[in-house]
């Protein structure tokens, strides 16, 4: 009776073990498959400005260009008024190139938001949609509320320039830009970027100003406003952009702008960005637990069978 009962202690445990352990490869393969290296968000640069119905050629460096300021707002929002004068004085004084980002999701005030231009948000500030005026200058840090969104701090922002590493050959990226209004071809190259291990090119498409005197927030006129952005791997192409024009319209008047910027990925440090998805569009920083395998897990199983035989044969001679 006494041997029938450490008998069955034994298959009980070495049955724990084992599925304990497959659970464990089980879970580690899974998760393996889903391991992505994210590089990360360096600066933003370029911004620059087209009038789809004229020609343009322009060669210049990225030193020489202006810093880009990406605010999100909505229209009943009144904070965020105070910062958008801010940035518009400053503005005013640096040719800072404004993207003004309206709130769209769950929106029924707010005329101006689009999905296209919140979910480029989300994806390159890797943030959901702010609940407070926000303002970004150059792809930096998030400044945040009327405080933080103030003219002097957004000042001193838009003076400095993205350092990008360049090549022994030119002291600064240049940027090449041709668009032809006749077949709506927009043609660009970023040259001596060796500071990025990727460059993303995105066009905007911007109405200047728009009339709307319905928003709570006290305002008339909007301006700046990111109707849609198309976004490309890599700094130089070419792409026919009638249909999307004719696709995307001002929300009054004829002043929509193409506005050209590019953005800066960075590789990722060894062996710190290693990031494990546990569903679409959710990630965690932390690390792997190593993979246990079949073969060791068989062994372990063996082994505690043995063990736990021999100890419940020595209970029984006792």
Same mark, same amino acid.
């Given at each position: ?129 702010? /609940? ?6 150059? $792809?930096? %840090? +998030?400044? =945040?509320?009327?405080?933080? !969104? ?94 999307? /024009? ?6 009054? $008047?004829? %002043? +929509?702008? =193409?506005?050209?910027?590019? !953005? ?55």
């Amino acid at each position: 009776m006494c041997i029938r009962k450490h008998m069955g202690k034994r298959k009980i445990c070495i049955i724990l073990i084992t599925f304990s352990l497959l659970m464990c490869n089980i879970t580690n393969i899974s998760a393996s498959s889903e391991v992505e290296f994210e590089s990360m968000r360096g600066p933003l640069f370029g911004g620059v400005v087209i009038d789809p119905s004229e020609n343009f050629n322009e060669s210049t460096t990225a030193q020489d260009m202006p810093s880009i300021a990406h605010i999100f707002t909505a229209t009943w929002c009144a904070p965020c008024v105070e910062v958008e004068h801010a940035i518009e004085d400053v503005a005013n004084e640096t040719d800072v190139v404004m993207l003004t980002f309206h709130r769209f999701a769950g929106e029924t005030e707010d005329p101006f938001g689009s999905e296209n231009a919140e979910d480029w948000w989300k994806e390159w500030f890797k943030d959901e949609m702010p /609940l407070q005026p926000t303002a970004i200058i150059n $792809g930096g %840090d +998030l400044l =945040i509320g009327a405080s933080q !969104g103030s003219y002097d701090n957004l000042y001193a922002k838009a003076i400095e320039k993205p350092v990008l590493e360049t090549s022994e050959q030119t002291a600064f990226p240049m940027i090449h830009t041709w668009y032809d209004s006749n077949a709506s071809e927009l043609s660009w190259e970023v040259l001596d970027v060796d500071g990025c291990d990727e460059v993303k090119t995105f066009i905007n498409f911007v109405e200047d100003i728009a009339y709307f005197p319905n928003g709570s927030n006290g305002l008339d006129n909007y301006t700046h406003i990111v109707h849609h952005v198309k976004e490309f791997n890599g700094g130089a192409g070419t792409v026919d952009l009638t249909q999307t /024009l004719s696709e995307i319209n001002a929300y009054d $008047g004829d %002043d +929509l702008k =193409i506005i050209l910027t590019f !953005g800066c990925l960075l590789a990722p440090l060894e062996g710190v960005v290693e990031v494990v998805t546990g569903g679409e569009g959710e990630g965690n920083s932390n690390p792997l637990l190593s993979h246990i395998g079949i073969i060791p897990t068989i062994m372990t199983i063996v082994i505690t069978s043995m063990i736990i035989s021999r100890r419940n044969n020595s209970e029984s001679i006792n």
